[in-house]
C-alpha cells in the first residue's frame, strides 16, 4: 500500500479515537450534574457545549482535510517506472524494447515512436539534428520492441562506427502525427508531444 493511504488512514483513526474520547468526557460530566431541572445543568451544558463539542467539530474537519491531498492529486500521472527494458545500437541502426504499461492512459490519443541518435557530449541532445525516428506505434500495455534502421543518407549513417555509442528516447505524438516533422527533440514539444523518461511524469 502506498504511503500517503497508510499515513491518511492512520491520521483519521487517531482523530476519531480522539473524538470518542472527547465525548466519553462529556457524558461523564453530564451524568455528575444535577437534577436535569436545576438552573445550574442548564448553564453548564450550554458552557460545555463551547468547550467541549467545538473541538470535536474541529477534529472532525481535520480528518476531512487528512483527504484533501488524494483528492487533489487523484488525476495526476505517478511517476514512471524503468520501462526501457534492454536497447542498443549497431552501424545499421538502433533498437529497444518498452514496456508501455505506464503510457497506456494515453493510448486513445498518442502513439509512440522511438528516437535514436549517436552519442556526441559536444551537442545539446535537445537540438541536435543528427537523429533517427522510428515509424509510430500504438501503445498497447505490453511490452513493444522497436528497430530503427538508418537510411543511407542520413547524417546519423555518417557517423555511427563500430563501438559508437547510440543513445534513445521514447517520444509520444498525437495521433495525427507520422514523425516526419520531428528533426531533433526540441521540434516534439512543439507539435504537441511530449518526451517520455524514467523517474518523470506523463502529461495528461
Not at 483528492?71 to 508501455?100: K, M
Not at 493510448?107 to 541536435?128: G, I, K
Request: net charge positive; aromatic share 6%; with cysteine.
Amino acid at each position: 500500500m502506498d504511503n500517503k493511504y497508510v499515513v491518511t488512514l492512520i491520521l483519521n483513526l487517531v482523530g476519531l479515537g480522539l473524538m470518542g474520547w472527547q465525548i466519553r468526557i462529556m457524558k461523564r460530566q453530564l451524568e455528575d450534574l444535577p437534577s436535569p431541572r436545576s438552573a445550574k445543568r442548564v448553564a453548564f451544558e450550554k458552557r460545555l457545549s463551547r468547550k467541549l463539542y467545538f473541538p470535536v467539530f474541529v477534529m472532525g474537519g481535520l480528518i476531512l482535510l487528512s483527504w484533501l491531498p488524494l483528492v487533489i492529486g487523484a488525476n495526476q500521472s505517478p511517476r514512471l517506472p524503468h520501462f526501457v527494458l534492454a536497447w542498443g545500437g549497431s552501424v545499421d541502426g538502433c533498437t529497444a524494447s518498452i514496456d508501455t504499461s505506464g503510457f497506456v492512459k494515453l493510448a486513445e490519443r498518442e502513439r509512440m515512436f522511438l528516437v535514436c541518435r549517436a552519442a556526441d557530449p559536444t551537442v545539446d541532445q535537445m537540438e541536435d539534428d543528427k537523429i533517427a525516428i522510428s515509424k509510430p506505434f500504438q501503445i498497447t500495455g505490453g511490452v513493444i520492441t522497436i528497430t530503427v534502421i538508418y537510411d543511407p543518407s542520413s547524417r546519423i549513417k555518417q557517423l555511427v562506427v563500430p563501438g559508437a555509442q547510440t543513445w534513445a528516447n521514447v517520444i509520444l505524438l498525437p495521433k495525427d502525427e507520422d514523425g516526419s516533422r520531428i528533426r531533433k527533440l526540441a521540434d516534439v514539444e512543439k507539435v504537441g508531444g511530449q518526451i517520455v523518461l524514467e523517474g518523470g511524469k506523463l502529461k495528461l
